[in-house]
């Protein structure tokens, strides 16, 4: 299926957010209690938390639409480190975007849709000058991690990462997008 991966408008907030809590628990490890997960949705999630990405500089949320106009993917940029400064030292190349989220809804996964989502990330970010992408995921998210190691990423280390007051710990990946050199920060 070809979806159209556009810039999020506000009157989109809410479908993004449904979508959002519906997607959320798949990333989470099983053992993860349901209220810890609950309060992550409802402190990250929500159409306001969403919402306050779109006019925040740096950030940029992404929807993925299907030709009948259902939002059935998100993206969430987040220029530099900022979404997890602590990282900095396990990214190699810069100027880097960080993958904040990338979240396709479950009756399309396996699709192509995923892909295409990265894909067009890939476009804007190379666009402008971005060498390189990188995300954390969680280490028991077998999915993700190997949609992403077949998407060219690679294991950078690891970092640990709260949801709901409780710590869990996610693989840090980074993608070059072409020939540079790292640096040294
Ligand atoms: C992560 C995500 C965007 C990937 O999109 P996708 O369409 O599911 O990805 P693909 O199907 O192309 O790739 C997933 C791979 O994992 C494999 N896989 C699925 N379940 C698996 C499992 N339990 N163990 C190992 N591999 C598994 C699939 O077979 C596929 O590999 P293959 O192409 O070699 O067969 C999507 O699964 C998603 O939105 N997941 C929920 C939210 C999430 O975890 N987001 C990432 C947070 S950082």
């Known amino acids: 299926m070809i979806v159209r991966v556009e810039p999020a408008v506000v009157s989109e907030l809410d479908s993004i957010a449904d979508l959002a809590a519906r997607t959320f628990p798949l990333a989470c490890p099983p053992g993860l209690p349901r209220e810890a997960v609950d309060s992550f949705i409802a402190q990250h999630l929500s159409p306001v938390a969403l919402g306050s990405h779109l006019d925040t500089p740096g950030h940029e949320l992404l929807t993925a639409r299907a030709p009948g106009g259902d939002i059935v993917g998100y993206a969430l940029l987040l220029d530099g480190t900022e979404m997890d ?10 100027p880097t975007v960080g993958v904040s989220k990338l979240y396709v809804d479950p009756r399309h ?28 995921t969680n280490v028991a998210n077998v999915r993700a991690r190997r949609f992403y190691d077949k998407q060219g990423f690679a294991e950078r280390g690891v ?8 710590s869990n710990t996610d693989v840090v990946y980074e993608k070059d997008l072409g020939a540079t050199a790292p640096v040294s920060d």
């Open 159 to 166: 970092r640990t990462f709260d949801v709901g007051g409780v």
């Open 109 to 136: 996964h396996g699709s192509g849709v995923a892909v295409l989502v990265l894909d067009e990330i890939t476009r804007r970010c190379s666009g402008r000058g971005v060498r390189s992408l990188w995300l954390a």
């Open 85 to 94: 400064p602590t990282c900095a030292g396990q990214i190699l190349h810069r």
